[in-house]
């Protein structure tokens, strides 16, 4: 389905109530939903198809501002100017949107869950054109804090008790990556961000140090560290725009010099083979009495060379990662899907190869011994099985009920709770030979066959399904 229309007026921004952050598609199918007189209740499911193959679980994220942009979801009347000129919908159509509200009830997993792969980390419960309409925000809203969430917990992990910060907004893909990624880096452990957007957002604590241009607009490096310490006595000064040991020398020197009047922080290694260095420096600062000065290291790092960092002792006190962070390099994407599992009453699913779906509403329940999770079971809704349901309500009748999460460090300590009593082996940076268990249970198994059955029963003799 397109428009032929190429002069077309400027679309509103994507932030304006929402209405046009949908695929087009989406909004064919709501109209086609309310020509037909479908207005049938409907369940969609959101689940991740595949962890990424360098992932052990992932980290659900995001939900507290979703649920914020579903409740304030509306068609603007640019929203309906825009749509009238691609000449695709009829007027009463139109004029209809400028009266959408969504009504539904939302049940999601806690902000900072783990959870694997085919598990509903979300369903969406209302009449069916207004559950489809949400698609592509639901998806893009939960995927980017998901999948950033889990890259800074394998980076929060391999750091090892040492503090994270985030230097990573210049890099992210977009305003929206940056923002949302450092919301989701604090959830996921990381102790600070440098995007001052994100710190007044979030109530994050922020931090930074200086560039190398700074130095470089100076005669000398040293003369560059005496005027931005009387500027900011209390600074971390980057030691390695020439020559980094020189620099550790030249701070050692300035430190000196000032003597009991000496408030600097620290040192920051940005280059070069950061585990000697680091050596060096730490003793070179000891043996001139600044052992509390602190080091911090940055400049491309992830969380395999921070792991190794840390395992070969290196001693540096914080790590500032940034663009591996920030576009989540090793895993990028999520296989992350939003399916319709239910309407009018009835179980619907999905057969095609490698993309079979399962029937209802659902739920998940974890089952725990001595405080370390050992399976899940997905099981339909109205199932009691083991362990402790992980969706709960949060949205009833299109208006929220879930708190909302104006404290990050609650989720914070949550997602650490829970990822703590997740087994060693799921936790490991390294992918397992021996994934978590995740069960179909058996009620929702034996709904999903015979319903397949069903299903195989009425296509066409030529058609075949594989298993």
Do not use: W
């Not at 989701?184 to 452990?189: D, E, L, R």
């Not at 390099?329 to 309407?343: G, M, N, R, T, V």
């Not at 089952?367 to 339909?380: C, K, M, P, Q």
């Amino acid at each position: 389905m397109a428009s032929g229309n190429m002069c077309l007026p400027k679309a509103p921004s994507a932030r304006e109530g929402g209405g046009l952050f949908v695929d087009l598609y989406e909004l064919a199918m709501l109209r086609a939903y309310a020509a037909l007189g479908m207005e049938g209740q409907a369940t969609f499911s959101v689940f991740v198809r595949q962890l990424p193959k360098e992932r052990n679980f992932l980290i659900a994220c995001g939900l507290d501002e979703l649920l914020d942009e579903i409740e304030q979801f509306h068609f603007s009347s640019q929203d309906v100017a825009f749509l009238r000129s691609l000449n695709l919908f009829p007027a009463d159509f139109l004029e209809g949107l400028r009266r959408f509200r969504f009504a539904g009830d939302v049940f999601a997993m806690a902000e900072g869950t783990p959870f694997f792969a085919n598990e509903p980390i979300l369903e969406v419960r209302a009449p069916i054109g207004q559950a489809q309409v949400l698609e592509t925000l639901v998806l893009n809203r939960l995927s980017l804090q998901t999948l950033l969430a889990s890259k800074a917990y394998r980076v929060v992990a391999a750091a090892a008790g040492r503090q994270v910060m985030d230097f990573g907004a210049r890099r992210a893909q977009g305003a929206d990556a940056a923002i949302g990624g450092a919301r989701a880096f604090a959830i996921a452990g990381v102790g600070q961000t440098s995007l001052l957007t994100a710190g007044a957002r979030y109530h994050l604590p922020v931090a930074g140090t200086m560039a190398h241009s700074f130095i470089e607009a100076f005669p000398s490096e040293a003369e560059a560290f005496a005027a931005f310490a009387e500027l900011y006595p209390r600074t971390v000064l980057l030691v390695d725009t020439y020559d980094a040991i020189q620099g550790v020398r030249n701070v050692i020197a300035l430190a000196q010099e000032l003597g009991s009047n000496c408030l600097l922080s620290g040192i920051r290694l940005d280059s070069g083979d950061l585990l000697s260095l680091s050596k060096t420096a730490r003793a070179m600062l000891d043996s001139a009495g600044l052992g509390h000065l602190k080091v911090v290291a940055s400049g491309g790092l992830d969380e395999m060379k921070v792991d190794a960092l840390v395992k070969a002792g290196a001693p540096i006190d914080i790590f500032g990662v940034g663009t591996d962070m920030s576009v989540s390099a090793d895993a990028p994407s999520l296989d992350i899907s939003y399916k319709l599992a239910e309407y009018a009453g009835a179980g619907r699913m999905k057969l095609s190869t490698g993309k079979m779906t399962f029937p209802g509403r659902k739920q998940v329940f974890r089952r725990e011994e001595n405080g370390v999770a050992t399976d899940d079971v997905i099981s339909l809704a109205d199932e009691r099985q083991p362990g402790a349901p992980l969706l709960t309500p949060v949205m009833r009748n299109g208006k929220r009920i879930a708190p909302r999460a104006t404290d990050l460090s609650m989720l914070r300590n949550a997602a650490a709770r829970a990822i703590a009593a997740l087994p060693p082996e799921i936790r490991a940076l390294d992918p397992t030979p021996r994934p978590f268990p995740v069960a179909i249970s058996p009620r929702l198994q034996s709904e999903a066959e015979a319903l397949r059955a069903r299903l195989i029963a009425d296509l066409p003799p030529a058609a075949s399904v594989a298993p």
